[in-house]
């Protein structure tokens, strides 16, 4: 089973081969009859053109004789001996043009891959809370013997699923304007950055009796693209204060370390098992407590990795620490 999946798959490699190996050939002759065709032309046409003529008087009448010149065997020789040299070079600047075509063919294979991936998995977190909302209004049309309590649950699960599609929806949105820009650096105050997000993630940590606090220089200044770091702390902020329990502090921290920029966000929630680490930067993926969006960490990392640096995250818990770098 083994040995012929394998075969198949070398079978398709080569047939992926194939077609380049033979746009090389086709290049490679098309370059050697564009580069040696003129030398053989003009080669031909002065030897059939170039006539010597001499005059000579005979009898008291002039007699004009042109006769063709011979040419040194080291010229012909030289023009014979471009003709390998002309193959070599068009041999080498097929390989070239192939390579960037292959290079080219990689890069919107990946591009095509990951579109098709996002939109699978976008259909499949979009279906969720859609089949919510359909299903919850025919389990309530349907119902027997309706009342007030009963209509306030099934509007309280719709209520769920809307918000959860709206942040899916955001997220999405977000996602898509980080790809489609480019990094606009400006000095920015990384410090005050961390305090404005903290401030506005009070709002939703007070209702889950959360404190919210910043550990920071006065002034951190870095050249870093402001709006979408700001959007990668606030997604790990927000991360931290959904998973922290009551009465606990999320702490936030921005420093200095090197040559890069760091906001570290700590919570004292249940942390992430060993087994989920290798995925929580997977788009969609939610974990075991199927919390969030599962875009939050991935956009974060995208927009780090953008700036030159990165997102880890110390584990397994208990508690979770996500470090968020930038290289200015």
């Known amino acids: 089973?083994?040995?012929?999946?394998?075969?198949?798959?070398?079978?398709?490699?080569?047939?992926?081969?194939?077609?380049?190996?033979?746009?090389?050939?086709?290049?490679?002759?098309?370059?050697?009859?564009?580069?040696?065709?003129?030398?053989?032309?003009?080669?031909?046409?002065?030897?059939?053109?170039?006539?010597?003529?001499?005059?000579?008087?005979v009898n008291g009448v002039e007699?004009?004789?042109?006769?063709?010149?011979?040419?040194?065997?080291?010229?012909?020789?030289?023009?014979?001996?471009?003709?390998?040299?002309?193959?070599?070079?068009?041999?080498?600047?097929?390989?070239?043009?192939v390579r960037r075509y292959e290079q080219m063919y990689d890069r919107l294979q990946h591009a095509a891959d990951a579109q098709r991936r996002l939109i699978e998995e976008t259909s499949h977190e979009l279906r969720i809370p859609l089949s919510v909302l359909a299903t919850n209004a025919e389990v309530l049309l349907a119902h027997p013997q309706p009342t007030l309590e009963v209509y306030r649950e099934g509007l309280e699960r719709s209520g769920r699923a809307a918000d959860r599609l709206r942040a899916v929806i955001d997220e999405l949105l977000v996602d898509a304007r980080g790809r489609a820009r480019t990094v606009d650096r400006h000095p920015a105050d990384v410090a005050a950055l961390a305090r404005a997000v903290a401030d506005d993630a009070r709002v939703l940590a007070a209702r889950r009796e959360v404190s919210v606090v910043v550990t920071a220089p006065p002034r951190l200044i870095g050249a870093v693209d402001e709006a979408t770091v700001r959007r990668a702390v606030a997604n790990l902020v927000d991360n931290a204060v959904r998973h922290a329990p009551s009465g606990s502090v999320v702490s936030i921290t921005a420093e200095r370390r090197g040559p890069e920029l760091a906001v570290v966000v700590t919570d004292h929630g249940p942390g992430v098992p060993a087994d989920d680490l290798p995925h929580v930067f997977e788009p969609?993926?939610?974990?075991?407590?199927?919390?969030?969006?599962?875009?939050?960490?991935?956009?974060?990392?995208?927009?780090?990795?953008?700036?030159?640096?990165?997102v880890t995250l110390a584990g397994p818990g208990p508690g979770c620490v996500v470090t968020l770098t930038v290289r200015p």
Do not use: K
Not at 39 to 51: C, H, P
Not at 72 to 89: H, K, M, N, R
Not at 284 to 307: C, E, M, S, V, Y
């Open 1 to 57: 089973m083994v040995g012929a999946g394998g075969a198949v798959v070398v079978a398709a490699g080569s047939a992926v081969s194939r077609p380049w190996w033979s746009l090389r050939v086709r290049l490679a002759v098309a370059g050697f009859l564009a580069s040696y065709l003129p030398v053989l032309l003009l080669f031909g046409v002065t030897i059939a053109t170039e006539y010597d003529t001499s005059t000579e008087v």
């Open 284 to 310: 969609f993926w939610h974990g075991h407590d199927g919390l969030g969006t599962g875009l939050g960490l991935p956009i974060a990392r995208q927009i780090a990795l953008a700036h030159g640096g990165d």
């Open 63 to 97: 007699v004009t004789t042109d006769s063709s010149i011979t040419w040194p065997p080291s010229i012909t020789a030289t023009v014979l001996a471009l003709g390998p040299a002309a193959a070599g070079l068009a041999w080498w600047w097929a390989g070239r043009a």
